[in-house]
């Protein structure tokens, strides 16, 4: 390539919002050469590397690549792929790791109910699942012995049904607080999230709300059945909905978020200030009057000697994505009816709590999101994130060596087969950052890899509009000057990064890395 830029793929994006396309679910671009023949295909014994982080949306399709008993859909036999991922997706993929988990965490809240001899129950929706089963308990997938779990399938459009399935899952965490035999339930409305990451104004206040009925009707069962309800949320989102020039911003923020604590006799239990979400765990913990686990380095948000006596139950609620900002357009909670949480913050003295940056193991100034808030809430101490064993790699150099990553460069180099860089670009993307691309092309510069194909997904979660086009740009940029690097492909992370089993998502994307289907770019 040189150092001419070629701007083919940015041009392609930038014609494609002309068409009215966005970025999460732009459809899928792929370069080809004069006669028409598409660039850059997947095809047996290439290597490629899936440099996004978080995992839990990157699964399905590393599975259509690496499973050879994939049941959803036709895939192609035997490839043979030299496949590493970023992180581990999932321990049970036959794939090269780059940076795999350091431990499980242990002593987090749900296993100290365990260890009690406690029974808990945890309800949410699909949409949610892997938050409240694999992040809250420290990272691991199976549950504690005494745990059930509670998933209501989410609607296939959120935005059609900004609802979800509030009603189900609120009727659920009824039942649970109203059985004497639970001495926690945890619940999840991922409504305010889920829908928060659309320009519909209309769908999102119709989700706050949905949200605040259902804690409503949650909190008025738990006070009949005698139960501490504890209120939080796991990072904001749509309490700053615009960027101060008036244009929306779809992505997480670093706002605090709220908790409260509502006892069971009506009475009000003060809290400290200062705290963040590692201070969930122990005050649920004294709250149940269990003692804490030596791990919890977080401290109880209680000021008043609130602690429970044995017996005692706690209802645990986390509002996703329900942050606090001061009021106006922009702050679209603010602009919603929410009586039932009005009521809950008049009546408990509320603080907030730190829910983004260093305080939930990011780099400081990141927004938060809904792994890292999990994660700390379940863990009651900070964990440092993959995103700052993965910084502090590309600082000091490492990353350049890492195994994983050379083991795919050199053995495409050796084979004389082609290298596959596949991932967000982004730099705000909780599934990761543009620069991590950057560092694996000077990667196969260095390890002289002929034959270099990058397969780009677009996501404007956080960043400003058409935000996209200007990051390919970047990418075109830096291949030219490296003179290593083709920018192949291009599509929506709607089809790409499915968690609930979308299958017809996920195939659209292979069929375009594999088969080169999609609207071809000369």
């Keep these: 390539m040189g150092n001419d830029v070629d701007r083919a793929m940015s041009r392609a994006v930038r014609e494609a919002y002309a068409r009215g396309e966005e970025e999460e679910t732009m459809e899928p671009l792929v370069r080809v050469e004069a006669a028409g023949r598409p660039v850059g295909r997947i095809a047996r014994g290439d290597s490629v590397v899936f440099y996004d982080i978080r995992g839990e949306r990157e699964v399905e399709l590393t599975s259509a690549f690496v499973d050879t008993a994939f049941p959803h859909f036709p895939v192609s036999p035997d490839l043979g792929l030299r496949f590493a991922t970023m992180i581990e997706y999932d321990r049970s993929l036959p794939v090269r790791v780059a940076f795999p988990p350091l431990e499980e965490l242990r002593g987090t809240l749900c296993e100290a ?32 012995p005494g745990e059930e779990r509670v998933a209501v399938e989410s609607p296939r459009e959120p935005l059609r049904e900004p609802e979800m399935r509030a009603e ?14 639970l001495a926690l339930v945890i619940g999840n409305f991922p409504n305010v999230d889920v829908v928060g990451h659309s320009e519909d104004r209309g769908a999102i206040l119709r989700a706050v709300e949905a ?16 139960v501490t309800a504890v209120v939080t949320a796991d990072h904001g989102s749509v309490e700053s909905w615009l960027y101060p020039e008036g244009t929306i911003d779809t992505g ?32 649920v913990i ?21 602690r429970g006596r044995p017996g005692s139950r706690v209802l645990l609620l986390i509002c996703d994505g329900w942050g606090i900002a001061d009021p106006g357009p922009g702050n679209l909670i603010s602009q919603a009816r929410t009586p039932s949480m009005d009521a809950l913050l008049a009546a408990n003295p509320p603080t907030t709590l730190r829910a983004s940056g260093t305080a939930v193991g990011l780099p400081e100034g990141t927004v938060g999101n809904s792994e890292a808030g999990h994660l700390h809430i379940g863990a009651g101490r900070p964990v440092f994130s993959d995103r700052m064993r993965i910084q502090h790699a590309i600082e000091d150099g490492s990353f350049l060596g890492n195994p994983a990553f050379a083991w795919a460069a050199e ?8 290298l596959h860089l596949l991932g967000i670009v982004s730099f705000f993307s909780s599934h990761g950052s543009v620069e991590y691309l950057f560092a694996l092309l000077e990667l196969a510069r260095r390890a002289d890899v002929r034959e270099v194909f990058i ?30 690097g083709t920018l192949a492909s291009v599509i929506g992370r709607h089809w790409a990064l499915d968690r609930e089993r979308n299958w017809d998502r996920v195939e659209r994307t292979y069929r375009l890395l ?9």
């Design 113 to 144: 109910v365990s260890a009690a001899g406690l029974r808990q129950v945890k309800v949410t929706e699909t949409e949610k699942a892997i938050h409240l089963a694999y992040f809250l308990n420290g990272k691991r997938s199976e549950a504690f």
């Design 168 to 181: 189900e899952v609120a009727e659920a965490l009824v039942n649970a607080v109203e059985d004497p035999g």
């Design 211 to 226: 949200v605040d009925r259902g804690v409503g009707r949650v909190l008025t069962a738990a006070r009949a059945a005698g």
């Design 252 to 283: 997480h923020t670093a706002s605090p978020v709220p908790v409260a604590v509502a006892l069971p006799d009506g009475g009000a239990a003060a809290l400290r200030e200062g705290g963040s979400l590692v201070d969930v765990a122990p005050t």
């Design 286 to 306: 004294e709250l149940l009057g269990l003692g804490r686990p030596p791990e919890m380095t977080g401290r109880s948000l209680l000021a008043d000697g609130a």
């Design 411 to 418: 053995g495409a180099k050796r084979a004389g087969t082609r």
């Design 455 to 484: 397969h780009a997904l677009l996501g404007r979660r956080g960043e400003r509009p058409e935000s996209g086009a200007h990051y390919l740009g970047l990418v075109e940029d830096e291949a030219a000057r490296l003179g290593v």
């Design 514 to 522: 594999v088969d080169g289907v999609g609207r071809p770019v000369a």
